[in-house]
């Protein structure tokens, strides 16, 4: 559920009119909910209530300081994959022993901050990098905490650019590797094992694979402890899908019946990184139709919306549903949402069954609150949209538009060419 609703024919965020707020500031614009947005992640806390566990917010998916700062309150962490997140996470007040470092490619310069930051702990994803990891911290006086990224290859069943867990996947160290990997890891001096890691996809609908997955995770952590490796923190990566169109993905609740019982009698702490599953279906992109166009073949709503502010259709075309802020009743068209990129991928929605709609009306793409402004770009020299947060009858500007002046910052003109 969401708080996007229609009252009568007006689209409302909370208890604010949508049309208020794109008068006020301009289009396009994000709007998310906070009521929506602490629904689910109390829903996740709650679900998991019966089990020691740690709800590290996968910020990849929305990185706004406000976002992060609202489930910090609530007592949620951060997972990171860059050092500019784990600023971010920690601008927004984000406890360090709350934060759980993932990625493949992680920097001597990024691990380092991330040591001098004291955060919870890495998720190590190869040998090199456990032993990068191992001379940073050394000259640093520090121990550094780790989780071994495992994968189990299981597939996921969702779409292949965002499925991670197999064998194909850049991600993770293979199961059959992974005590090897463990051996490794206990002998180095700056190291200390703490946990086990698995991530095997986004947009999950199922819970069988997390099941599967974790099956065999556990399997790995009594022969570590047989080895007197012992894990302390088992995570189990982020993945839940949401609805998008007509998808039932499961809720919190039906992923903790699902692996509870696996992990009741494992005294260890939970780790779950949940991204779209929490801010998803908290946040839209609000947008103004420029012109509607029949070409020869079809009908298109041109808006002043575009692939640089969301990308997901043209990337992975992936659906979002448009509805119209305010509802007319009108007839309904099949037409093409487009935005003014020079680039026949720049859609929104194709071939979609909406109602029509005239320049100047406001449109809702749905769904955008994870993986929207995070992926936008300065494509066509267009600044980035403001991101705004609802409260109740109140709305705030947690991120302003970018301005021309912005879109140059930065740059210089060489000597030579003055
Ligand atoms: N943990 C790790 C290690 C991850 O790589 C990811 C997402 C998550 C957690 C959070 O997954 P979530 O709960 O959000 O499914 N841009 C794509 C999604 C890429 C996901 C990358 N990793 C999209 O727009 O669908």
Redesign the pocket.
Known sequence: MHDFQYRKDELFCEDVPVKKIADEIGTPFYLYSAKTLLNHYRAYDSAFASIPHLITF?M??NSNLAILRLFAKEGGGA?I?SAGELYRALAAGVDPQKINF?GVGKTAEEIRYALQSDILMF?VESSQELRKIDAVAGPMGKKARVALRVNPNVDPKT?P??S?GMKKHKFGISIDKALEEYKLAVSLKHIEVVGIHQ?IG???TETAPYVDALRLLLGLVEELKRLGIPIRYVNV?????ITYENETPPHPKDLAQAIGPLLKDLKCILIM?????LVGNAGILVTQVLYTKEGDSKKFVIVDAAMNDLI?PSL?G?FHQIQPVIRRGRKPITADVVGPICESSDFLAKDREMEECLPEEYLAVMSAG??GFV?ASNYNARPRVPEILVKGDRHFVVRERETHADLVRGEHIPDFLK
């Open positions: 996968a990849k998916a997972d994959v993932a998720n779409h650019y965002i991670t991530h986004s947009q999950l990566g982020g993945g839940l899908g990184e949940p991204g779209r599953a997901r992975y992936a994870a993986y992926m």
